[in-house]
């Protein structure tokens, strides 16, 4: 079956510590994308990726980085820069284009980091 | 500066009712409206979306209805079913872009009640 994966569902970090969270598709999609949830605040763009070996920041980069060296993987890395760090993260996929089929992001389970 | 607002945090509903949740946003470069549904621990999933050139849309129990001049945006669900008992996030996409980059709205809780 075609989806997204994330792992691990649960981490724990200590203050301090970088921590990398692993998105995988298998949808065969040109973008790539990680929000984070926070209470009452919806979902934030942190990073995304058009292309392989190409991506931008989006509204909260500071503190995060990715890489996309595979069309099928783009891992986010919080670093110890990231002042709140505990939050539900979220990955997705989607085609590219100005047609309706690639406004349809397609969501990973998401990550809950707790940093303690 | 929230481009997508979600103002009601929840709404609660009768099982067989109509549910209703709005959404309101700032600006006009957008160039489709899209719904998604999340359950608790889980990612988001797409429910129904709407170009910015309608004014309705419909699939099955749900149908959104855009307001381009008053900037908003509304999910009907008839009948309402407890399995509609979710977090709705309604979101927006940029003119500009040519992803699923999307902003989103905060969200709206709806509970229904058997």
């Known amino acids: 079956d075609g989806g997204i994966t994330q792992s691990p569902k649960y981490l724990f970090r200590k203050e301090g510590q970088n921590v990398t969270l692993s998105c995988e598709q298998n949808l065969n999609h040109d973008a790539m994308y990680w929000y984070r949830q926070d209470p009452g605040q919806g979902l934030r763009l942190i990073y995304y990726?058009?292309?392989?070996?190409?991506?931008q920041k989006g509204d909260i980069a500071e503190g995060y980085s990715v890489s996309r060296e595979k069309k099928e993987s783009f891992p986010l890395t919080v670093t110890s820069a990231q002042k709140n760090p505990t939050a539900f993260y979220l990955c997705a996929s989607s085609t590219t284009g100005t047609g309706i089929s690639s406004t349809e992001a397609f969501f990973g389970q998401g990550t809950r980091l707790t940093v303690v | 500066d929230q481009q997508v607002k979600q103002n009601s945090p929840s709404l609660s509903v009768q099982e067989g009712r109509i549910s209703i949740l709005n959404c309101d946003y700032t600006n006009s470069m957008f160039d489709y409206f899209l719904w998604y549904k999340k359950y608790p621990a889980e990612g988001p999933t797409f429910l129904i979306s709407i170009s910015s050139i309608k004014d309705k849309n419909e699939d099955g129990r749900f149908t959104v209805f855009l307001n381009k001049s008053a900037k908003h945006l509304s999910l009907h669900i008839v009948p309402s079913q407890p399995g509609d008992s979710a977090v709705y996030f309604c979101a927006a996409r940029p003119l500009s872009s040519n992803t699923g980059k999307l902003i989103f709205g905060q969200g709206t809780t709806l509970q229904v009640k058997p």
């Open positions: 990726s058009q292309i392989v070996n190409d991506f």
